[in-house]
Structures are given as structure tokens and as C-alpha cells.
């Protein structure tokens, strides 16, 4: 089973940067892909950005285009950790931030149904 923990949550002033991790461990043929979704009380939880894990592809919601990076670093065959650098944050940006973890399957690259397997999310607050 993958092992996902998420870090680096805060509370930052609008127009801020922040780097959120996520701790991957034990993965064994099950993170083709890996993604970042964040969720507000109330809202459903929407992807921000994806990557293809063995060639380093992108992809990102139009809210965040340009302004957000997703990155990983393999180190070896039981740990990696996977990034989202965080620029000019917005108040919008605030939630609960989660990494996600899932196989190569048909379906939205930013959506929920493509990942198998969740931390228990980061939370990122963004001051006005």
C-alpha cells in the first residue's frame, strides 16, 4: 500500500509563497501519476496539479496555471517525496490540501476517480 503524509501547511498573507510535501513511501506499481487536490468546507474536492511520475509531465487547473509548480523527487524505490511550490496565493487558494497517488486509467487527469490512494491533507489559511 502507498503511504502518503503531507507537510508544510500554513497560514500566509495574500500574495505569499508556500512549498506543501508529501511524503510518499512503500509504492509498489501503484503511482503512475500523482496529484494535488485542495477542498473548502462545503465544496467538492478539485484538482490543482498532476505529474506523470516516470516522465515528469505536468499538468494544472486553469486557477493555478502559472502560478503554482508541481515537482517530485524519487530518491529511491520505497520513498519519494512530491512538491507544490505556491506563488502570488490568493485568497481563493486557502483549504485543505491533499496529495494523491493512482495508476495509469482512463479518466480527467485532475480528477478524483484516477487516484486510489490520499493522504490526510495539509492546510494552507491565506490572509487578505
Known amino acids: 500500500q502507498v503511504q502518503l503524509v503531507e507537510s508544510g501547511g500554513d497560514s500566509v498573507q495574500a500574495g505569499g509563497s508556500l512549498r506543501l510535501s508529501c511524503s510518499v513511501s512503500?509504492?509498489?506499481?501503484?503511482?503512475?501519476?500523482m496529484a494535488w487536490f485542495r477542498q473548502v468546507p462545503g465544496k467538492k474536492r478539485e484538482g490543482v496539479a498532476a505529474i506523470t511520475v516516470s516522465t515528469g509531465v505536468t499538468w494544472y487547473a486553469d486557477p493555478v496555471k502559472g502560478r503554482f509548480s508541481i515537482s517530485q523527487d524519487n530518491q529511491d524505490n520505497d520513498h519519494a517525496t512530491l512538491y507544490l511550490e505556491m506563488n502570488s496565493l490568493k485568497y481563493e487558494d486557502a483549504g485543505m490540501y491533499y496529495c494523491a497517488a493512482g495508476p495509469r486509467r482512463a479518466g480527467y487527469i485532475l480528477g478524483e476517480s484516477r487516484y486510489d490512494y490520499w493522504g490526510q491533507g495539509t492546510r494552507v489559511t491565506v490572509a487578505s
Open positions: 512503500r509504492y509498489i506499481g501503484s503511482r503512475d501519476y
